[in-house]
């Protein structure tokens, strides 16, 4: 079965720094993707960064990263230059053949100026 | 542009009454997907479907029905067995199967509020 775990609660930065979101997961397809996305409080779903499993490189959009550690199984997103706009929840989530996405439970990211 | 709808964004429901929640794409994706979000919590996946006139029970399908009798439309129904329906509740789509960089697009959510 696939999982994914998000340890983090919550989380505080201060504005202009970066912050780290945890997420590992767990599957025994080889093929599949990772997912995050952004939840303000106006609760739509904003897609924000996708890696895929064969992917090489580390994907990058903006001030989003993904580290993304195959062997450990973890997908942590990086976001940098904190601005007070980023508070929300953030989800990670993998999906894999025809399986539906399966989320975290989320990490509230509280921004201080 | 093609989307997802979702529809009312609000909804009030009297207790013992059935409520249906709207869900419509244009975006020709063969699956659709019901989550419900409770306060400060994750996605549960409620019902999906990857191809008409088929759907399979998620994780918390008890207490709710689907139909998917169009490609573009996937209505959930909020059933009087749901004890607790009070919550936010988001429609998904996506191809129907994992396609590399494609995930979800999801609705705008329906705030669902048992009065």
């Known amino acids: 079965a696939q999982k994914i775990t998000q340890t983090q609660p919550g989380m505080f930065v201060q504005e202009k720094e970066a912050v780290t979101l945890d997420c590992t997961y767990d599957?025994?397809?080889?093929?599949?993707?990772l997912f995050w996305y952004k939840q303000p409080s106006s609760g739509e779903m904003i897609f924000l960064i996708y890696q895929g499993s064969y992917d090489q490189q580390n994907a990058t959009e903006g001030r989003y990263s993904l580290n993304f550690q195959k062997a450990r199984k973890s997908a942590n997103l990086v976001i940098s230059a904190s601005q007070l706009g980023d508070s929300a929840m953030y989800f990670c989530a993998m999906r894999s053949g025809n399986t539906p996405l399966v989320f975290g439970k989320g990490t509230r990211l509280s921004v201080i100026a | 542009d093609g989307g997802i709808t979702q529809s009312p964004k609000y909804l009030f429901r009297k207790e013992g009454q059935n409520v249906t929640l709207s869900c419509e794409q244009n975006l020709n994706h063969d699956a659709m997907y019901w989550y419900r979000q409770d306060p400060g919590q994750g996605l549960r996946l409620i019902y999906y479907?990857?191809?008409?006139?088929?759907?399979q029970k998620g994780d918390i399908a008890e207490g709710y029905s689907v139909s998917r009798e169009k490609k573009e439309s996937f209505p959930l129904t909020v059933t009087s067995a749901q004890k607790n329906p009070t919550a936010f509740y988001l429609c998904?789509?996506?191809?129907?199967?994992?396609?590399?960089?494609?995930?979800?697009?999801f609705g705008s959510g329906t705030r669902l509020t048992v009065v």
């Open positions: 998904a789509s996506s191809y129907g199967e994992f396609r590399e960089g494609y995930g979800y697009t």
């Open positions: 479907s990857q191809i008409v006139n088929d759907f």
């Open positions: 599957t025994s397809d080889p093929s599949y993707g």
